[in-house]
């Protein structure tokens, strides 16, 4: 079975600009979360939704948004990006709301400069 | 607001030589304790869940441990392979599926 894939893997932005990372869960989860890990430290949670509605917001500026699609797809967006927004950017995806079960993707890689 | 601490932050182990990690922890009604491996640059896998005071898991070489305030990792005897960042996080009951974790402790075996 496919585990949750994310993309693009890596990804090089310059201060000011705009991103959207993408995350496709495991078939039959309907729970997408996201995560930001900076170098050296464990997951910062950013988003969680279950069943396309978003359930929790981390403590992250407005210039994060996210959304989930009726396949229970994600993106992740971020609006004007700043230096300390490098980082590697997780998503987790579980069957069900409260899940006993979270299962990482790769992550993606996002460097500004 | 729900906290959790990873101890030591670093560990040098011998091949063979068995080991500890610490994960204690506060927050409000605990629905799991989850133990995760990262390798560089890759995303987090899962290891265990813990749910309640006195439950164990077990895979290969790792153990797990819950109590009312804290986890334990056991590593017996460590293999080169073994080498990576373990990270812990709970899951609050009224969070959803919404995990804090600890900062991780990374685990050099040595050969």
């Known amino acids: 079975d496919a585990g949750v894939t994310q993309s693009p893997t890596h990804l090089i932005k310059t201060r000011g600009q705009q991103v959207t990372l993408r995350c496709s869960p495991i078939?039959?989860?309907?729970?997408v979360s996201w995560y930001q890990q900076v170098l050296g430290q464990g997951p910062q949670f950013i988003f969680q939704?279950?069943?396309?509605?978003?359930?929790g917001r981390g403590n992250f500026p407005d210039r994060f948004s996210a959304r989930q699609f009726p396949n229970y797809s994600s993106e992740l967006n971020v609006n004007a990006l700043l230096l300390g927004d490098s980082a590697l950017y997780l998503c987790?995806?579980?069957?069900?709301?409260?899940?006993?079960?979270?299962?990482f993707g790769p992550g993606t890689r996002l460097t500004v400069t | 607001e729900d906290q959790v601490t990873q101890s030591p932050e670093a560990l040098r182990l011998q091949e063979g030589e068995s080991s500890s990690l610490n994960c204690s922890y506060t927050?409000?009604?605990?629905?799991?304790l989850f133990w995760y491996r990262q390798d560089p640059g890759k995303g987090p896998e899962f290891l265990f869940t813990?749910?309640?005071a006195g439950e164990e898991k077990e895979k290969e070489r790792l153990k797990a441990t819950l109590t009312k305030k804290e986890s334990f990792l056991h590593i017996t005897a460590p293999k080169p392979e073994d080498s990576a960042t373990y990270l812990c996080?709970?899951?609050?009951?009224?969070?959803?599926?919404?995990?804090?974790f600890g900062g991780g402790t990374r685990v050099l075996v040595k050969p």
């Open positions: 987790a995806s579980s069957p069900a709301w409260g899940g006993n079960e979270q299962y």
């Open positions: 078939s039959g989860h309907k729970s």
């Open positions: 939704y279950y069943e396309k509605e978003e359930r």
């Open positions: 927050v409000s009604g605990l629905r799991g």
């Open positions: 813990l749910y309640s």
């Open positions: 996080a709970v899951q609050a009951a009224a969070a959803g599926n919404k995990l804090t």
